[in-house]
């Protein structure tokens, strides 16, 4: 079984700051790793993913997340942040394609102030 | 047209009703999932379906059930609402072998 947590609940920073969620996972067998978007009032969308390969995935918008088997995490970093980047942001994890499920941490909601 | 829809957007019930949420696709994907999200809590699997004649439970599937109509249709069912089943529903489909999941805009459920 996996399962997926979400460090802060809630992420204050300042227009062109830069920022970091932080994701831990738990799992016994290698998985896939995921981080969606959810804007206002909007389904999810997909950010980036972690496939296989390199441990630094980039992603949409300028953001980018890097995957660290030692430590079970895949922290997702901006360098600059904008106010349009002020959404809920949920990490995920699936079992490499056996069944598709996806496990999703809590969420962290990005608050961009001008 | 968006790849995956779902209907209707907002929905208020009263206990006990029984309700129904649809959600279709156009991304020709055999895997198709539902989902609730609650504050605080992320998103939750209720059940999810492989083709028309695999389904499978979820981690929260009690109150709730499912049908495929068809490899585009996924519908889930709420047989007696409750006021603990307010919350907003998503619909997912995935693109097997990578778990990439494409995800409708979601339906406001309030149960009163």
């Known amino acids: 079984a996996q399962s997926v947590t979400q460090l802060d609940s809630q992420v204050p920073v300042f227009e062109e700051a830069p920022v970091e969620l932080r994701c831990n996972y738990s799992s016994s067998v290698s998985v896939y790793l995921f981080w969606y978007v959810q804007y206002p009032n909007q389904g999810l969308q997909l950010l980036l993913k972690?496939?296989?390969?390199?441990?630094l995935v980039k992603g949409i918008n300028g953001f980018e997340a890097e995957f660290n088997k030692s430590q079970t995490s895949f922290h997702l970093r901006k360098p600059s942040v904008h106010i349009s980047d002020t959404a809920e942001y949920f990490c995920?994890?699936?079992?490499?394609?056996?069944?598709?499920?996806?496990?999703f941490g809590q969420g962290t909601t990005l608050q961009v102030k001008p | 047209d968006a790849d995956v829809t779902q209907t209707p957007r907002n929905r208020i019930t009263k206990t006990g009703k029984r309700i129904m949420l649809e959600c279709s696709q156009t991304k020709g994907h055999d895997r198709m999932y539902w989902y609730r999200q609650d504050p605080g809590l992320g998103l939750r699997l209720i059940y999810y379906?492989?083709?028309?004649?695999?389904?499978n439970k979820g981690e929260i599937s009690d109150g709730y059930s499912v049908s495929r109509q068809a490899q585009a249709k996924f519908s889930l069912s709420l047989e007696s609402a409750i006021p603990n089943q307010t919350a907003l529903y998503f619909c997912?489909?995935?693109?097997?072998?990578?778990?990439?999941?494409?995800f409708g805009p979601g339906t406001r459920l309030t149960v009163l």
């Open positions: 972690y496939l296989s390969g390199s441990t």
């Open positions: 995920a994890v699936s079992d490499r394609g056996n069944t598709g499920k996806l496990i």
């Open positions: 379906s492989f083709d028309v004649k695999d389904i």
């Open positions: 997912a489909t995935s693109d097997p072998g990578v778990d990439t999941q494409y």
